[in-house]
């Protein structure tokens, strides 16, 4: 593969010195921890690029969407790396920590950023990591584009791509050099955004649209008839409508924005929320006493939930 571009290690460096604020996520019940994982990779000219996937259309939790690895914890004593990993194991066939990566890639877990509000009342903390592709020790190298992404195993969704990780600080698509002509569309089909109303604020609803038609999509080896499901979805709507770009919003997308501002020390093209995360309103709403141990799905976060505890002190 090709070294870090310049930008890329500058990134990498101010990832593994952030220290994020204190968090509510340990002070929370286990069945209302989760976390996802940002795993960046360099590419042939050294940008750093994510790893996200598709979630099958059956799924409870927001089906047919645009995701990153990650789901609950397992228990009050897993870390949120330690779910962040497990999750992507089961999802996409990332090995787990205690599992032997191919050679040579290896992970390195850089920071955790503020947890985010799920609207399942879940706080969910970004755990964010990079796939190392060189040996130290043998030298040996490879390209993560074509010796590793194109392994993982889609095992519990519908498909795995990637998207330029500074890109998600842009309103268009950013040059990506050599293969540019291969973009579909106009750069600025790449982003959409717009403010709404959540959580008793104006919330930026950020719309990323990556192109697929550049890069190899990896679906599952094995199906089971969710995967195939979406996958059907996935392949009607390339077909009958030209699909050429995946859609990236909401939480996922707005994390996404976080870990870039982060990253490269940069403030978006675009509008956008000023804090990172949502601890603040975590903070309030567990003054109210939510955030019970007993998830009860008919007890949703309702805007007068939201506007008491915005009231708060």
Known sequence: MAPLSQESKNAIERLRRYTPPPTNY?????????????LLFADRRGDLR???????STLKSYPGQAALPGGKADGPSETPFQTARREAYEEIGLPNIDQQMPSPFWVEHLCELPASLARTELAVRPCIALLHSY????????????????????????????????????????????????????????????WTQWNSTQWRMHHFFVAITNQRVATPKQHSKEQDD?????????SSLGLERFRVFGMTARILVDAARVAYDEEPEFEHNSHLG????????????????????????????????????
């Open 230 to 238: 979406a996958i059907n979805q996935l392949e009607e709507e390339k």
């Open 278 to 313: 949502d601890e603040d309103m975590i903070s309030r709403l567990r003054s109210l006493g939510r955030f019970s141990e007993v998830v009860d799905r008919q007890d949703t976060l309702t805007p007068e939930v939201f506007e008491k505890a915005a009231k708060l002190t």
């Open 26 to 38: 340990y002070s929370m019940p286990s069945t209302r921890q989760a976390s996802v994982l940002l």
């Open 135 to 194: 040996n130290e020790k043998t030298g040996e190298d490879a390209d993560p584009e074509e010796a590793f992404i194109p392994q993982l195993d889609a095992k519990e969704v519908a498909a795995v791509f990637t998207a330029p990780f500074h890109n998600f600080l842009k309103v268009t698509d950013e040059p990506r050099g050599e293969g540019d002509d291969t973009l579909p569309g106009k750069p600025s089909d790449w982003y959409e955004g717009s």
């Open 50 to 56: 994510v790893i996200l996937t598709i979630r099958a």
